[in-house]
C-alpha cells in the first residue's frame, strides 16, 4: 500500500482561539482512505482531501451530555415511547421506552445471531446504561452512549457544531500517518501495552479486560494520536454524518481522482430492503469496548458499520466538529 507519514497539504489554523474548550485543529490535507486488507465495506483504498476543520479532543462525555439536557429539555429517543405507526407489526411489550444493551452470557454462543449477546432493554438510555437500577454516578467522564442520530444532531446543534463526515473522522483518526492499520502504528498491542479500549478475551462471553476496562471507559484513558485526539479507536462507536453505502463511492475513485470533502452516499440508498421497517442507516466509525479479534476487528481508523438512525446502544457515542 502506497503510504505517506504526513498531509500532503496543510492549512494553517484560522486566528483566534478554537471555537469551544477542547477542540483540536485539523489541518486539511490529502490521505489515503479506506483498506484494502480487512472487510470488504472499507475498500477501495483511494486519495481524498479534506479541508481543515476542528474536533472534539475526547468523545462526548456524560457530563457534556447532561449540560445539554439540563438546558433544553430534551429527551432522547431511547426515552421515548415509539409510535406503533413507525413500527408495523411490532410486538406491543416492544412499544416501550428503551434501547439495545450488551448482556455478557455466560458461556460460548452461536456466533450466527447477534441476539446472543444484544437484548432490548426496556429503560435503558443514557441516564441508564445498563437498564434500570443502573446509574451514571462515577462515569460523568464516560462517553454517553444510548444516542440515536436524533439526539446528537440535537446536541451538536445545540453547541454550534456538526457530526463529522467519515472523510472527516477518519482523516483526524489517523493522526497524519497513511496505512498505519491502528492510529499508532501496525502492531495491535506495541510491547505489550494496551492502547485502547476494546475486547480482550473470546467474545462475547470471555472478557479479560487486560486494558483495564469490561464495558466504556473514561475518555482520555489511553494516549492520544499524533494529532491529541483520544479514543478514536475503541471504547464507543462514533456516528458520521454520512450515509452507508457498501462500499466507498466507485466514481470517485476512477483513474486515481482525488475525491474533495467527500459526504458518502444518499438517504434512499442507505436503507438495507432485507432489514425489517427498512430505516435509513449512517456510518459509524471507531470501534467499541465489544470489538475482540474473533469478532468484529473494527478497531482501526478504516473501519466502517451502518447503523439505523433511530436507535442506540450501549456502545455508541459521538464527537463534534466545527468548520470554518
Not at 500500500?1 to 500532503?8: E, F
Request: net charge negative.
Amino acid at each position: 500500500m502506497m503510504r505517506h507519514s504526513q498531509p500532503v497539504t496543510t492549512e494553517a489554523a484560522p486566528p483566534g482561539p478554537p471555537p469551544a474548550r477542547e477542540m483540536i485543529w485539523i489541518p486539511g490535507g490529502t490521505f489515503l482512505m479506506g483498506s484494502n486488507d480487512h472487510y470488504p465495506e472499507e475498500a477501495p483504498v483511494h486519495p481524498v482531501t479534506v479541508s481543515g476543520f476542528w474536533i472534539d479532543r475526547t468523545q462526548v462525555t456524560n457530563a457534556a451530555f447532561r449540560r445539554f439536557v439540563k438546558a433544553t429539555g430534551y429527551v432522547t429517543v431511547a426515552e421515548r415511547v415509539p409510535d406503533a405507526a413507525d413500527y408495523p407489526g411490532a410486538l406491543p411489550e416492544m412499544l416501550v421506552a428503551g434501547s439495545i444493551t450488551f448482556r455478557q452470557p455466560p458461556g460460548r454462543v452461536s456466533m450466527h445471531t447477534h441476539y446472543n449477546w444484544w437484548q432490548w432493554v426496556p429503560g435503558a438510555s443514557w441516564r441508564h446504561p445498563e437498564g434500570p437500577g443502573s446509574m451514571l454516578d462515577g462515569r460523568e467522564r464516560h462517553p454517553v452512549v444510548h444516542v440515536a442520530w436524533e439526539d446528537v444532531a440535537a446536541y451538536a446543534e445545540w453547541a454550534g457544531k456538526a457530526i463529522p463526515t467519515e472523510a472527516e473522522w477518519e482523516y483526524a483518526a489517523r493522526g497524519g500517518h497513511d496505512g498505519w492499520v491502528y492510529t499508532w502504528g501496525d502492531e495491535l498491542v506495541p510491547k505489550g501495552k494496551m492502547l485502547a479500549n476494546y475486547w480482550q478475551g473470546e467474545f462475547p462471553w470471555q472478557n479479560l479486560a487486560l486494558d483495564g476496562f469490561e464495558r466504556t471507559a473514561p475518555v482520555g484513558s489511553f494516549p492520544p494520536n499524533d494529532y491529541g485526539l483520544s479514543d478514536m479507536i475503541g471504547n464507543v462507536w462514533e456516528w458520521t454524518a454520512d450515509w452507508y453505502t457498501s462500499q466507498h463511492a466507485p466514481l470517485a475513485n476512477c483513474c486515481g481522482a482525488v475525491t474533495v470533502n467527500p459526504t458518502g452516499g444518499g438517504r434512499e440508498a442507505s436503507i438495507d430492503p432485507n432489514e425489517p421497517g427498512a430505516i435509513p442507516r449512517k456510518v459509524l466509525k471507531g470501534g467499541s469496548f465489544a470489538c475482540a479479534e474473533n469478532y468484529c476487528r473494527r478497531y482501526r481508523p478504516a473501519a466502517r458499520i451502518h447503523h439505523p438512525i433511530d436507535t442506540g446502544t450501549n456502545h455508541i457515542g459521538f464527537r463534534c466538529v466545527v468548520r470554518p
